[in-house]
């Protein structure tokens, strides 16, 4: 019987093979834990449907939403999964206070940004979407402000509405309300079309989930879930070739593959591909981008096609977003900055130590900054008695200069009374602080802005 594997291949081959398509299907596994866990995994408050928006009604804490990476404080949510296979979906929408930022935001199957619109780009008015799957080719309807079209079936969507001050969430509940998602038969008042074919999602093996339910299945097994999933999108004209080379392995899209076919070489060559891509994803996580005062702000993990495909580096960088924070942003609508030690090179550690960061002017934005403590190595929140995980521009308690200077204190026990406006409390142990700067200036973007760093201090007490 012939392997899926060809036989031409030399050992070095495939492994070779074997570590460019890990990589490549490196962030669809980890999303597709996502999306089986949120859409058919135990019901939580993170369950979301699909085809429909999933509204949270309290902003994120460490016993809400909690799961995924750097989760913000600073907006509500909208979440929803949209199965684009029988028909376009129509996303409607509602006009926002001039002042009050907000965006929408698409990522395909492949953890690619197809689309952010908002207060930066677009405005704040009422808009309406039609957003088309791969395999659409229907007439353009009248009353639609933008067509967007994605290469995957299944899509992830948000919607972010920022918080502007203590009690605000009743108001952008009625926002809210006012998205709509609706197929496009429906909203054009037209015959629905034939459903498309029903798709069995398979439950991620748990010996492919890493830590906290990451799914990466390091193993030969990964080519199967790899087929599966790219019958749920298309191959782009420009990585044909790639995926000529990927089928040599017989990672072909909606191919049977049973990894026991393997001979024990080529299970062992594909073993050392895996090995290999995780190994290059692992030391891009340990060496983003040269650390400014002790911050890195890599600008090149998140954004669209014509920044994450056609090239080893481009592909790595899609991979070590989607560990690192999948779904953010592309860097044009919001800057993370992260730190993990202070001014001297020393981990911060909350246990017996305060922090400073002095800012001598506001950070450089258009949109709002906030900064968030995490743990250090989970990157979620970790629980502290006071409530507070960040601080912000909308915080009006941080004490300002004339000049628009400030200071943040990190430490884990209350300061006195005059500082606690800039109290950013910490754990006891390794944490890391994380900035969000939305609608960065140009200093932020070709990285020229030195973000101040954090200087170690005794702890501030009565």
């Known amino acids: ?275 290999a891509g995780l190994a290059r994803i692992e030391d891009r996580l340990a060496h983003l981008d040269p650390p400014t005062n002790g911050w890195v702000y890599p600008l090149d993990l998140r954004g669209d096609r014509g920044r994450l495909t056609g090239s080893p580096e481009a592909y790595l960088a899609r991979a070590v977003g989607a560990r690192y924070a999948i779904w953010g942003p592309g860097a044009e609508e919001v800057v993370y900055m992260v730190a993990d030690f202070d001014a001297e090179g020393e981990p911060l550690d909350g246990t017996d130590a305060a922090y400073e960061i002095r800012f001598d002017r506001a950070p450089p934005v258009t949109g709002f900054w906030s900064y968030t403590v995490y743990d250090a190595q989970t990157r979620l929140l970790v629980p502290h008695p006071s409530g507070r995980y960040k601080r912000g521009d909308r915080d009006r308690d941080i004490n300002r200069d004339a000049d628009g200077g400030f200071s943040l204190l990190l430490q884990n026990t209350p300061p006195p009374e005059g500082r606690l406006g800039d109290w950013l409390p910490v754990p006891r142990g390794r944490f890391q602080v994380v900035g969000r700067l939305y609608g960065p200036h140009a200093e932020l973007l070709d990285k020229s802005y030195a973000p101040p760093p954090l200087t170690r201090r005794a702890v501030v007490s009565d």
Not at 20 to 48: L, N, S
Not at 176 to 200: F, H, K, N, R
């Open 1 to 275: 019987m012939t392997g899926p594997i060809d036989p031409a291949l030399s050992q070095a081959e495939i492994t070779a093979i074997a570590e460019a398509a890990y990589v490549y299907a490196f962030p669809m596994m980890i999303a597709y834990g996502f999306f089986h866990r949120q859409t058919m995994g135990p019901d939580t408050p993170e369950k979301q449907a699909i085809g429909r928006f999933t509204h949270f009604r309290t902003v994120s804490s460490p016993t809400l939403n909690n799961t995924i990476p750097w989760i913000n404080t600073d907006t509500l949510y909208s979440a929803a999964w949209l199965d684009l296979g029988t028909e376009p979906v129509i996303l409607t929408t509602p006009e926002f206070p001039a002042h009050r930022f907000q965006n929408v935001q698409a990522a395909d199957w492949y953890t690619m940004n197809f689309y952010t619109r908002g207060t930066r780009d677009v405005g704040n008015g009422a808009r309406t979407t039609l957003i088309a799957g791969p395999d659409w080719n229907g007439p353009l309807p009248a009353g639609i402000d933008e067509i967007v079209r994605t290469e995957s079936r299944i899509i992830k969507l948000f919607t972010r509405v920022v918080i502007e001050v203590p009690g605000d969430e009743a108001f952008i509940h009625a926002l809210q309300d006012q998205y709509v998602l609706m197929p496009l038969s429906t909203w054009a008042g037209t015959p629905a079309p034939p459903d498309a074919p029903v798709i069995e999602f398979p439950a991620p093996p748990a010996s492919g989930l890493r830590g906290r339910g990451f799914f990466e299945q390091p193993t030969p097994d990964f080519i199967a879930t790899f087929n599966f999933l790219m019958t749920l999108a298309t191959v782009h004209p420009n990585e044909a070739a790639l995926f000529r080379t990927f089928a040599r392995i017989g990672a072909v899209p909606g191919a049977a593959f049973d990894a026991a076919d393997l001979t024990p070489a080529q299970t062992q060559a594909v073993q050392a591909g895996i090995d």
